[in-house]
């Protein structure tokens, strides 16, 4: 135990330091965007605290180490209702073999429906679209006693009317157990990469994100606390304004059935500037439905006035 307490203290230090180079900062203009938003109605409703979880296909999107936790061949499927006309949605398969390791495949896309064209003296007739999408295939093994990594390699596309640009990217994270104490420490840097090609001769980067985060069972109790620290990678006025976004959640488990699930993302109540449209900006609550072939997931998210962003995802087992 020790040894794997070293090597995940090492890798989260790391991570940290990576974090305060300016070459490494991320600022919100990334046309890239939408990958940080395609994630499960159970992630959502705990608030985006997911990168220790274990048992969950989808939380390879927050942690690619977790895949191998989940030992059913599995497909998964989630839809996202944003504002507007604005839909995205994922599907991914994963599977587990013990003498090769853990394996997914998974695609997500975002459609921004129709535009009006128009130029600086108004509309000029027709209409055009723009979309997203990344093709992710993931991998992960155990790396010590109940130390498990796990990395994805992402092809990006965004289009833009005629314009459009593509991007490699790489996951790439680590996941402690320890089943004695009901504790799994995580952690992950998400979307590391570069354009291959650019939508108007101008580079842009890649909404990198580094994460940190913890769950615990507690005794007694069928209640699953989890909490990280997210976009540590953010450009801020200092070091410690990285750690004002994080998150937290609460799933509480009524039997083998059903689950309730809160959550908390102080991130999006950060970014949500105006008290006058704060109200409930940043948080989240959810249910889930458990059988013996398929996960049923719901969640509504707040961004305040603006936005009320509605998940619906569904887990079958092969």
């Not at 109605?41 to 608030?47: P, Q």
């Not at 994460?211 to 007694?220: S, V, Y």
């Not at 991130?267 to 704060?278: F, I």
């Amino acid at each position: 135990m020790k040894n794997s307490m070293k090597k995940i203290f090492f890798a989260v230090l790391v991570l940290i330091i990576i974090a305060q180079f300016p070459a490494f900062a991320q600022t919100s203009g990334s046309p890239f965007q939408f990958l940080r938003f395609n994630e499960s109605a159970r992630a959502a409703a705990l608030g985006g605290a997911f990168v220790a979880m274990p048992d969950d296909p989808a939380a390879l999107f927050f942690n690619p180490a977790s895949l191998w936790t989940v030992e059913e061949e599995m497909v998964t499927t989630t839809y996202l209702k944003h504002v507007l006309d604005i839909n995205s949605g994922l599907v991914s398969y994963s599977n587990h073999k013990e003498n090769f390791g853990a394996y997914a495949a998974a695609v997500t896309y975002t459609n921004y429906g129709g535009f009006k064209r128009a130029d600086r003296n108004g509309p000029i007739g027709g209409t055009f679209g723009a979309n997203d999408m990344s093709l992710n295939i993931s991998y992960a093994n155990e790396l010590d006693s109940n130390l498990f990594y796990g990395v994805t390699t992402k092809f990006i596309f965004s289009g833009l009317e005629n314009f459009n640009s593509t991007a490699l990217a790489l996951d790439a994270g680590l996941l402690y157990q320890m089943p004695k104490i009901r504790t799994n420490i995580g952690a992950s840097i998400l979307h590391a990469g570069a354009q291959l090609s650019k939508f108007d001769n101008v580079r842009e980067r890649l909404p990198l994100d580094i994460r940190i985060g913890a769950n615990h069972r507690l005794r007694g109790l069928p209640l699953l606390l989890n909490f990280s620290f997210h976009h540590l990678a953010d450009q801020t006025d200092n070091f410690f304004q990285r750690f004002e976004s994080f998150s937290l959640g609460g799933e509480f488990s009524f039997g083998k059935s059903i689950q309730a699930r809160i959550g908390y993302d102080n991130g999006v109540r950060r970014a949500t500037t105006e008290s006058s449209s704060r109200k409930l900006a940043g948080l989240s609550a959810g249910v889930g439905i458990i059988t013996n072939f398929a996960n049923i997931d719901y969640s509504v998210s707040s961004f305040g006035a603006p936005a009320t962003l509605h998940r619906l995802s569904l887990g079958i087992t092969l």
